[in-house]
């Protein structure tokens, strides 16, 4: 009788400290206008990374599109500016920024952590499951990667088109690659709205990666210590 009592009263303290998602969402977009400075560093990591990318990618959507077009000023232009294709130099660049963007998220949410001692305690000590904390750091890192991503994709989509303007002119707005397109004997075109989604999706991924290892070490903090920290 007393093994039941216990497990009803263990489901009941369950129940009270196992927030809804949504109110995960709020009080990690609460902590993130608390920390509104360190927010926009980390973003800025994943906006110059995704910006990069996308530039680059935009940029040869942009060289096949106006290739496809036929027309021979445009072409010869083509060859005089440009190579077709990605260059394995760009590969590599885009590599090499998109691995400083993770390292540069982890080292912030390390820090974030480190900063936030005594909030996870109290936390833990109120009985906040070691899932709740890692869903809310994750969720930080999510809404930051999201942002960062968008702003920085636009950002290379504007760089790109910059370039396409001094190169070709105004045949660049008539012969934009905003959709995907499967040409004839050409190679398919995923279109630049697609690689705006594309470079959202992959910042979002790229900072919950880099704050896998920051969330896990919070949820695994015992609240004794968290509380006892000088910070």
């Known amino acids: 009788m007393l093994g039941v009592e216990r497990l009803h009263q263990h489901t009941r303290i369950e129940e009270q400290i196992d927030l809804p998602f949504l109110e ?5 977009f609460q902590s993130l206008k608390i920390r509104f400075g360190r927010s926009i560093i980390t973003t800025a990591g994943i906006t110059l990374g995704i910006a990069f990318l996308v530039s680059v990618w935009t940029n040869n959507e942009i060289d096949l599109a106006l290739q496809e077009s036929g027309r021979s000023s445009t072409i010869a232009n083509l060859e005089e500016t440009s190579e077709q294709g990605i260059s394995t130099k760009d590969i590599w660049l885009i590599i090499m920024s998109l691995i400083v963007c993770v390292v540069g998220i982890a080292n912030s949410m390390l820090m974030a952590v480190t900063e936030r001692f005594r909030e996870i305690g109290t936390m833990k000590c109120l009985g906040a499951l070691d899932g709740f904390v890692v869903r809310l750091f994750l969720l930080e890192s999510g809404f930051q990667g999201f942002a960062g991503a968008l702003i920085g994709a636009l950002l290379g989509t504007l760089g790109a088109v910059a370039l396409g303007l001094k190169d070709y002119g105004l045949d660049l707005f008539f012969y934009f690659p905003l959709l995907p397109a499967t040409p004839e ?5 995923i279109g630049v709205l697609l690689l705006i989604l594309f470079g959202c999706i ?3 991924l790229l900072a919950v990666i880099g704050s896998s290892f920051p969330a896990w070490r919070a949820a695994k903090l015992p609240p004794a210590e968290a509380m006892r920290t000088e910070v």
């Open 202 to 204: 992959l910042g979002m």
């Open 185 to 189: 004997d050409a190679p398919m075109r």
């Open 24 to 28: 995960s969402l709020r009080i990690s």
